[in-house]
């Protein structure tokens, strides 16, 4: 998952109004490169699967889900199965975090229908109108929604962010932490002590995280709940379903039951 960060390219919005929505369909394996805004930017899909990537970390972003990017976050994105991407962009003194990182949000079946609303705004819009009483709600729900655990930490420390970026590659991985201890050149214990101070999380919880997102990614792209517990390591289907439910709340069928949105807007 993990590359060298090349230098991000700058995209610069000139607009009239502090809100704005784009439209933007892509196919399955799609990359967008290295690159930043000038305007924060709410990073939704309908359908399909985004994994956005930073410089600290990935963000596996679903259906009934968005991603939260600060203006100038450099960040890639890559899709998984056909993404069809509705995005706002807002002024950055509007953001409605404090604390200014990217972050995962659940997406309301409100908030859905205020982003679909403002792709049709004509722009600029007026300053006291409909338009800018919708704008209010709408970074009221970005504010009150869930954060959905869907993100990954990459260590900051170079043993650790190499053992980070070698499971990654192969998530199927089963050394035992005493063996990636070795690989990093540092104590078992040290290595415990860098992933939890970098990512808040075990070694042995972080690697369930890499596994989860993977997963996720994999059951995107068509292939069943068997076909994705062996992708990502677990010998019975049963074990990766409660693993799921562990972390999500539902099992994968439930999850991606509704991933389809019947109602989108025609264009």
Known sequence: ????????ILVAFNTESPVFARVENYQNGTRIPWHTHNLAQLIHATEGVMTVETNCGLWVVPPRRAV?????EPHRIRMTGAVSLRSLYLEPALSPFKHGKCCIVNVSSLLKACILRVIQFDQPYPDEGSEARLVTVILD??????????????????????????????VTDRRPISAWA??????TRTLERLFREDTGMTFGVWQ????????????????????????VGFDTPSAFIAMFRRAMGVTPAK???HRKDTTEETE
Request: charged letters at 20%; one cysteine or more; proline letters at 7%.
């Open 255 to 257: 999850y991606f039951s």
């Open 182 to 187: 070795q690989f990093a050149g540092s104590s």
């Open 68 to 72: 939260w990017v600060p203006a100038f």
């Open 1 to 8: 998952m993990s590359q060298k960060r090349q230098s991000p």
């Open 141 to 170: 729900e970005i504010c009150t929604a869930p954060i959905a655990p869907l993100n990954l930490l990459i260590p900051k420390d170079q043993r650790a962010r190499r053992v980070a970026e070698a499971f990654q590659t192969d």
């Open 208 to 231: 369930r995280q890499v596994r989860l997102l993977h997963a996720l990614e994999v059951m995107a792209a068509g292939k069943n709940v068997t076909a994705a517990a062996l992708e």
